[in-house]
């Protein structure tokens, strides 16, 4: 495989942006090489500008569930374009979204849209402090909830796989109203809340964590935040950015019967253009600005481009079948891998939730992310090169769960898994 315009175009991007990336993991830090420069993308495939093709279980990070470039969604969003690209001002699709997220997550009885899922669990925490009245917020170890301030602790992927423990530029005061507890683990969640319960505004987690491979909650783990919540009159925060439209249609909370009182979402629900959502209870929305006291404001929140690619791809994915179809793709893939490394005598565990899966080099059973950071980096990092040689395109970091599309077909599976035999092999090769 060819990378010399990817390697080109990076070092060219590297003089005008930092890392030559618009987001840190782009750069393949923690897995070494060019990071493949994209020129487009169509259904499973996406292609860089050296002209390789690969088959894509990144898809944006999250959004891409229907495919790359479906002709419907771009449909959609020519529709809206002709119409004028942003108003400023409020438009009836804005409503049609909101109602679609609504019928698909009845918890979310009102919602404000936003343009990312950074924005979106920093307004929903905003909410939570003011509606309490309290300032400390409980987080989950490795689990990401945007790059905000208070949020940078503890959190998984992207910081964890450059090794910076929070970020400098985030000052003590800040992280200091954040705790951070082991993700699954409910006595040292029930210990935090015996300790600072009166002060702790919400609990915010990924319900099936996403930011540290793919590490589902453990039976009665988000049952039991939500009894701990009301115990201590914190309210409950799932942010479902990744999980939303991802795990079910009406997501984690859906999946595993348990209602937060605020839900964030992001990623699928703008199709693939920047659009976020944060909700819950109407009696703490209408707490937001202007109904309410609590400010929160965007240039291009509701933008009718976003709006057209969110509402096309939600419409889209109350097919029937559409669930079934993503979790048989995610479970193939992930119990082929893992027969695979059972055969060499790899250590090796899988997760898979509806349209997500993950691996970790680790024999299992992974529930924390002290557990997942035990996997072993070396071999990740060759099994991802090999892939990527043979045109599997992954997220670059064994911290990142994977996502399946609706264009993912069986033969797609199957040369996955082929290429997933050779990298097997050639990772014991390495040893
Ligand atoms: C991606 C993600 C975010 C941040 O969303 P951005 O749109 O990248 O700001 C927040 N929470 C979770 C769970 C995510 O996966």
Redesign the pocket.
Same mark, same amino acid.
């Given at each position: 495989m060819d990378h010399a315009r990817s390697r080109r175009e990076w070092k060219r991007a590297q003089r005008s942006i930092p890392g030559g990336v618009n987001s840190p993991v782009r750069a393949y830090r923690s897995v070494g090489g060019t990071p493949p420069f994209i020129a487009s993308a169509r259904g499973a495939r996406i292609r860089d500008v050296d002209g390789n093709e690969y088959i894509d279980y990144v898809g944006s990070?999250?959004p891409m569930i229907l495919g790359h470039a479906h002709p419907k969604v771009l449909a959609a969003v020519r529709a809206a374009m002709k119409l004028g690209t942003s108003f400023g001002a409020p438009t009836p699709r804005e409503s049609d979204l909101a109602e679609a997220v609504r019928r698909a997550m009845p918890s979310m009885e009102m919602l404000r849209l936003v343009s990312?899922? +950074? /924005? &979106? =669990?920093m307004s929903a925490l905003r909410l939570a402090r003011g509606v309490t009245g309290r300032a400390r917020i409980l987080k989950f170890d490795g689990?990401?909830?945007?790059?905000s301030d208070g949020l940078l602790v503890g959190a998984g992927s992207g910081v964890a796989t450059l090794g910076i423990p929070g970020s400098p530029g985030v000052p003590k005061a800040m992280t200091d109203l954040t705790i951070v507890a082991p993700y699954n683990d409910l006595a040292a969640t029930r210990a935090a809340f015996e300790r600072w319960g009166g002060e702790i505004a919400a609990v915010i987690v /990924?319900p099936v964590a996403?930011?540290m491979g793919c590490v589902p909650p453990v039976p009665g783990f988000l049952a039991g935040l939500r009894t701990l919540c009301d115990e201590f009159g914190a309210l409950l925060v799932f942010? /479902?950015?990744? +999980?939303g439209f991802r795990v079910a249609r009406g997501g984690a909370q859906k999946l595993y019967r348990v209602k937060p009182d605020l839900t =964030?979402l992001?990623?699928i629900v703008g199709g693939g253009l920047p659009a &976020?959502a944060y909700g819950g209870r109407r009696d703490l929305m209408r707490r937001i600005a202007p109904e309410g006291d609590i400010y929160q404001a965007g240039t291009l929140s509701g933008n009718p481009l976003a709006v057209a690619a969110g509402l096309e791809t939600l419409r889209l994915l109350e097919a029937k079948g559409v669930y079934e179809a993503l979790t048989t793709t995610a479970k193939t893939l992930a119990s082929g891998l893992e027969t695979l490394a059972r055969e060499r005598g790899i250590p090796f565990c899988t997760a898979s939730v509806g349209g997500m899966f993950g691996f970790f080099f680790h024999p299992g059973p992974v529930e924390s992310f002290a557990q997942a950071q035990q996997s072993d980096a070396a071999r990740f990092r060759s099994f991802f090169a090999s892939m990527l040689e043979s045109g599997i395109y992954l997220a670059p970091s064994p911290y990142e769960a994977a996502f399946v599309s609706l264009a993912h077909r069986p033969r797609d599976v199957d040369r996955t898994l082929e290429a997933a035999r050779k990298a097997f092999a050639r990772s014991i090769r390495a040893r």
């Open positions: 990070w999250g990312s899922g +950074t /924005e &979106a =669990t689990c990401y909830h945007g790059h /990924e996403g930011n942010d /479902e950015v990744m +999980t =964030t992001g990623k &976020a």
